[in-house]
């Protein structure tokens, strides 16, 4: 598909969405933590990539909602989004066995690959703070934060081995939202 064929495409979904948006503000139930699995990654790279892989998705955005930097492409803890997350739009993160998890759930990467490495701790305390502030936004209960790979029907080790699951989940506990 041509760049802009993508475009066009795009700007009819933005509307729909910036509508759809106005009468669900409270959409999000779900949050789903990813890492890039490369070693590098921005906004800009993710778009090329998820242009390359994911050709028929009419929204020309990175599939995820945020992103995290690891210093490289962008900056250690910098979080960052695109117009999926400026206008609502549901994500292209999970797999069809999780629709619900891509319509109503917030995709967060971590540029890295944590199957081969550690999670920076930088990188690591502003997923905390970014997760945190989603839950309390929305409402968003433990329970309905996963890992990508951990969540029933998914099969991939995303966002790696090396993330600390378990301490993640007990540290994003304390919003006290069960
Ligand atoms: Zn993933």
């Given at each position: 598909?041509?760049r802009?064929q ?12 910036s509508?759809g ?9 779900y949050?789903?933590v990813?890492?890039s699995?490369?070693?590098f ?5 993710l778009q090329?990539v ?7 998705d009419?929204v020309?955005?990175?599939p ?7 210093g490289?492409?962008?900056?250690l ?6 117009w999926r997350e400026?206008?609502s739009?549901?994500g ?12 109503r ?6 540029i890295g690959?944590y199957?081969k490495h550690?999670?920076?701790?930088k990188?690591?305390a502003a997923?905390?703070d970014l ?6 936004k ?8 996963t890992?990508?790979g ?7 080790k995303c966002p790696?081995?090396?993330?600390p699951?378990?301490q ?11």
């Amino acid at each position: 598909m041509k760049r802009r064929q993508f475009l066009g495409a795009s700007s009819a979904v933005l509307a729909f969405a910036s509508v759809g948006a106005w009468y669900w503000p409270q959409r999000w139930d779900y949050i789903v933590v990813h890492h890039s699995a490369g070693d590098f990654g921005n906004i800009e790279f993710l778009q090329k990539v998820h242009r390359e892989r994911q050709a028929k998705d009419p929204v020309d955005a990175i599939p995820y909602h945020y992103i995290i930097g690891n210093g490289n492409g962008l900056g250690l803890g910098e979080v960052d989004s695109d117009w999926r997350e400026t206008f609502s739009i549901w994500g292209a993160h999970v797999s069809r066995n999780n629709s619900d998890r891509n319509f109503r759930g917030l995709g967060i990467c971590l540029i890295g690959n944590y199957e081969k490495h550690a999670v920076p701790d930088k990188q690591y305390a502003a997923l905390v703070d970014l997760t945190r502030t989603l839950m309390q936004k929305y409402g968003i209960p433990v329970n309905h934060v996963t890992g990508h790979g951990l969540t029933a029907g998914e099969s991939t080790k995303c966002p790696g081995k090396n993330f600390p699951m378990a301490q993640f989940l007990a540290d994003i506990a304390s919003t006290g939202l069960g």
